[in-house]
């Protein structure tokens, strides 16, 4: 067995193709049905590099690779494994060990599985990664009523841009759409709720509605650090939920939420708010060990 560096897209993206995804982290990075994958592999080699592990007859067994999004920070695309081998513990933890070394210590790499989909418990562990949060994707399929503090929640205006602008760029940072971006897109099937009191901005909420697949979408919602649990946010949800029934033709609400908090998910479960899917975040950081 030996690790290189591969260069060749073509070898690569077809290794990809073929490969057993079942302990992939950030599977869903790929372009949906690998269109346009070319592209990414071009990215990967380029910057941090894709390596592969080889057997004796220079097949590949195992790749690995990953996502810059910001300055020694990246996103870990991998373990691909040889559909003819069972992978090992220690060959993932020599093939990421490649990868981790060719950065400074203080680089982090982050992990993203499926939960229930994918296997990756051991091979977090051989590595030493930690847990970061979990992505819930949550759906709701009926309207679940008006709610008690409808009053302080009204649609945007222009006067609430600076208040809005601030708090979304505090809260989101990485891969999504601006505030410009938000207010310009605003019409009957984007929405954006604004929850006042006291003159204050204590949380918003951008909906989306897609009425030609019956389904609607909580893109963005947060409530105010100074704020917090106080039922905002599920206020904001609620109203949404509530609009998105009652005036559109659609069939079901989805949102994603990041926590540690497993009681937070189960207030969700509650108020009729079902897991679609979970993603399980891990974190390495050589310097940390």
Known sequence: MKTIKLNDYDQIEQFIINADYRSASYLYKLPPAHKDITTNI????????????????????MLISAFQYEQNKYK??????????????????????????????????????????????DFMKTIQSSYSFTDYYLVASQDIGEIEHAQNITEYQPAY????????????????????????????????????????????????????????????????????????????????????????????????????????VERFNELGFNINYEYKKFKYVAAHI
Do not use: C, W
């Open 161 to 264: 841009y600076r208040l809005f602008s601030k708090l979304h760029e505090h809260t989101f940072k990485h891969d999504v759409m601006t505030a410009d971006e938000i207010v310009e897109s605003l019409d009957e099937h984007h929405r954006l709720f604004m929850f006042m009191s006291e003159g204050l901005l204590k949380g918003y909420l951008y909906l989306q509605i897609f009425e030609n697949s019956h389904k609607a979408e909580i893109k963005y919602f947060s409530s105010h650090s100074d704020y917090r649990l106080k039922g905002i946010a599920f206020d904001l949800l609620s109203h949404a939920i509530h609009i998105a029934f009652t005036n559109h033709d659609i069939e079901k609400v989805f949102f994603k939420i990041r926590s540690k908090n497993t009681t937070l």
């Open 76 to 121: 870990v695309l991998g373990p691909f494994v040889n559909k003819s081998v069972t992978p090992s513990v220690s060959a993932f933890q020599n093939l990421f060990e490649t990868l981790a070394q060719s950065k400074s210590e203080s680089t982090s790499f982050n992990f993203s599985f499926e939960e229930t989909e994918q296997n990756y418990l």
């Open 42 to 61: 071009k990215q990967l080699i380029e910057d941090p590099g894709v390596y592969a592990q080889m057997d004796d007859q220079d097949q590949i067994i």
